[in-house]
């Protein structure tokens, strides 16, 4: 393809040469058979034009040294992008007009016009500048720049596309609050939060006997009857202090909401010490173990910033399995713009529904009936649900940690 396009602008090239050669001869046979000042004038006056459009055809304009230059390579979603073009020649020589154009990445197209008019002349090095406001989340790789200029008439078009890598990453927007997980208990160690694991007195594994210490409140009096010996419950450990997020990256409009609310709360557990453990799934599954290490948050973020809402049932399919194997001593957060009848049946069969809470982000005003019929079903089942509604994070982050 690529060969065709070269092809076919050697051919346009080499027919407006000969055409400019056709007018200059047409020109000088008619001044040699007219005479006179008038046509040796329009001769001679024909003559520059021809010479530039002549010199313009052959210029190496593959030579052309073209830079980009941005203000910074990462971005919040939101922030504006400060872009510098910078061209290079040769040698001096003097473009009427030049049209320089930053080829966007698919996804900036409508965040602002990467296009101008210059008019260069003699400069051997000349710029242009412009920005990009309301940048979308995302990963963005600029690739070429486009540099298209030609004669005083239009007979001679000459352009050349320029290589010019350049990343940029948009993280998604989030808010500062504080997370305030119930039961907390600390210890400081050369910078690392090391949690105690403590009992969950809402959970119950089993009984044994009776030992000294133990509280009256938990005596199972029906397993005392039954084997003629104090029994007393004995409780779940539960560690409060390390938190699992499930992404769900299934096919929604609040999606972008939702990665929203999912940065703010991860840089929330994490700025309060606690360790936190991603689990995204989508088309593809991307697991972070648990950790609260500062490069952790690092690549929690840059998945954030890059993920797509690409999934359909990947994630009900991988849910279960996903908490049996991190739901045995952690809280699970379940971040989701999508309740679904078969979601509901997944998390149901989970036998330790009380660890989970799940955070039902959504634009939507008021919610559909069906799903404040399934909310209402996961409540009855000891599941707490949280409703997030798009632009009030800040009311929600209130209530992050109330079980």
């Known amino acids: ?26 020109s000088f046979a008619y001044a040699m058979f007219q005479g006179g000042f008038v046509s040796w004038f329009l001769l001679y006056s024909l003559l520059p034009f021809v010479v530039y459009s002549v010199a313009l055809a052959l210029y190496p304009l593959k030579k052309l040294r073209v830079r980009r230059k941005l203000n910074k390579t990462e971005f919040q979603a939101g922030e504006p992008l ?34 101008i008019v ?8 000349f710029s ?45 927007p989030f808010f500062e609050f504080q997370y305030r997980p119930q039961q907390l208990s600390l210890e400081k160690d050369a910078g690392f939060a090391r949690t105690r694991y403590i009992k969950d007195v809402s959970i119950v594994a089993g009984v044994r006997e009776y030992e000294p210490g133990d509280k009256l409140s938990w005596i199972d009096w029906k397993a005392t009857a039954r084997r003629h010996s104090i029994m007393t419950k004995e409780f779940e450990q539960l560690n ?10 299934t096919k ?63 994630f009900i ?15 699970i957060m379940i971040m989701t713009s999508h309740l679904h009848p078969s979601l509901i049946d997944k998390l149901l069969a989970f036998p330790k529904p009380r660890h989970v809470t799940i955070w039902h982000v959504t634009k939507a005003v008021e919610k559909p009936r069906r799903d404040q019929e399934l909310i209402d079903k ?21 209530r992050v940690g109330s079980r």
């Not at 409060?240 to 990256?249: L, N």
């Not at 996961?378 to 209130?398: C, E, K, N, P």
């Open 128 to 172: 242009f500048q412009y920005s990009l406001s309301n940048l979308p989340r995302g990963s963005h790789h600029f690739e070429t720049v486009r540099f298209k200029t030609g004669d005083l008439f239009g007979i001679i078009e000459r352009e050349n596309i320029y290589s010019a890598k350049n990343n940029i990453v948009v993280y998604p």
């Open 1 to 26: 393809m690529k060969s065709m396009k070269g092809l076919l602008k050697g051919t346009r090239l080499a027919w407006s040469l000969a055409f400019l050669i056709l007018l200059v001869a047409a």
């Open 317 to 331: 399919n991988q849910l279960l399995e996903e908490l049996n194997k991190w739901g045995q001593h952690s809280s």
């Open 240 to 249: 409060s202090q390390q938190i699992v997020c499930f992404i769900d990256r």
């Open 252 to 314: 929604s409009s609040s999606f972008e909401e939702l990665i929203s609310f999912t940065a703010s709360f991860s840089k929330a557990v994490l700025k309060n010490g606690s360790k936190l453990g991603v689990v995204s799934v989508g088309k593809t599954k991307k697991v972070f173990p648990i950790s609260n290490h500062e490069h952790h948050w690092k690549h929690i973020l840059y998945h954030l910033a890059v993920a797509d809402c690409d999934g359909e049932d990947e």
């Open 82 to 115: 400060v872009c510098t073009i910078e061209i290079e020649q040769p040698f001096p020589f003097p473009f009427f007009f030049g049209i320089v154009e930053d080829v966007l990445p698919e996804k900036l197209k409508n965040s602002g016009s990467a296009k």
């Open 378 to 398: 996961l409540r009855r089942h000891s599941i707490t649900v949280r409703t997030v509604d798009a632009g009030m994070f800040r009311d929600a982050a209130q």
């Open 118 to 125: 210059l008019f260069p002349w003699w400069k051997k090095r």
